[in-house]
């Protein structure tokens, strides 16, 4: 099974590669980052985040792997500090969802965040951003390797690619993984009603 998925994930991998890859040097036209430039998400994989086994770093600069979150769901999305436009309109939207678990529920949500921009986005500039968004803590913030990061993306269906200015066009999508790893329902757009992901949250917890 664990073999099988992570076949599938180097195809989509590949994929994602090409069809993101050779757009970064024509896409001059989109010098600002703002709702036109959400890129629509893809379907997530089918299979557990803890068989990529690939290695992070916290907020806190911390190693971590996505399997040390087994046993407990998380709500998950991708981002990047500098982003001034949709990031952090999706972090406000993914707070005001975990005040609705919390409330709904008792239990306060973990919540992921994971940077498209492992270059620029050091434990140190995420603590920093952790503390200006004012995040509990129960959320973690993570960076790391751009493959990594790509196949990551790939797993939750998040499109993202760099543009010439040095920001990132991407899809604005968090999930909720259950205690296994996998992806049980997703939120795409910014202002999305939550009402489905709370229920399912409930149902797992």
Request: glycine content about 6%; charged content about 20%; some cysteine.
């Given at each position: 099974?664990?073999?099988?998925?992570?076949?599938?994930?180097?195809?989509?991998?590949?994929?994602?590669?090409?069809?993101?890859?050779?757009?970064?040097?024509?896409?001059?036209?989109?010098?600002?980052?703002?709702?036109?430039?959400?890129?629509?998400?893809?379907?997530?994989?089918?299979?557990?985040?803890?068989?990529?086994?690939?290695?992070?770093?916290?907020?806190?600069?911390?190693?971590?792997?996505?399997k040390n979150y087994k046993g407990s769901l998380f709500i998950i999305?991708?981002?990047?500090?500098?982003?001034?436009?949709?990031?952090?309109?999706?972090?406000?939207?993914?707070e005001q969802l975990a005040k609705?678990?919390?409330?709904?529920?008792?239990?306060?949500?973990?919540?992921?965040?994971?940077?498209?921009?492992?270059?620029?986005?050091?434990?140190?500039?995420?603590?920093?951003?952790?503390?200006?968004?004012?995040?509990?803590?129960?959320?973690?913030?993570?960076?790391?390797?751009?493959?990594?990061?790509?196949?990551?993306?790939?797993?939750?269906?998040?499109?993202?690619?760099?543009?010439?200015?040095?920001?990132?066009?991407?899809?604005?999508?968090?999930?909720?993984?259950?205690?296994?790893?996998?992806?049980?329902?997703?939120?795409?757009?910014?202002?999305?009603?939550?009402?489905?992901?709370?229920?399912?949250?409930?149902?797992?917890?």
């Amino acid at each position: 099974m664990k073999i099988q998925f992570t076949h599938r994930i180097m195809i989509l991998f590949i994929t994602s590669i090409l069809s993101f890859g050779c757009d970064e040097h024509n896409s001059g036209e989109h010098h600002h980052h703002g709702d036109d430039h959400v890129l629509a998400a893809s379907d997530a994989a089918q299979g557990s985040l803890f068989d990529l086994g690939s290695q992070w770093t916290t907020e806190s600069n911390q190693k971590v792997v996505l399997k040390n979150y087994k046993g407990s769901l998380f709500i998950i999305s991708m981002f990047y500090a500098t982003c001034q436009s949709i990031c952090p309109r999706l972090v406000a939207d993914m707070e005001q969802l975990a005040k609705k678990i919390k409330e709904t529920t008792g239990q306060e949500p973990r919540m992921v965040l994971v940077s498209f921009d492992p270059e620029k986005d050091t434990p140190t500039v995420l603590s920093a951003y952790k503390k200006k968004m004012k995040l509990n803590d129960n959320w973690t913030l993570l960076s790391g390797k751009e493959e990594d990061v790509r196949m990551l993306s790939v797993v939750l269906g998040i499109n993202y690619k760099k543009i010439s200015n040095g920001e990132f066009n991407h899809s604005a999508v968090y999930s909720l993984v259950s205690k296994e790893g996998i992806v049980v329902s997703r939120i795409e757009g910014i202002g999305s009603n939550t009402d489905t992901l709370v229920t399912q949250y409930q149902k797992l917890k």
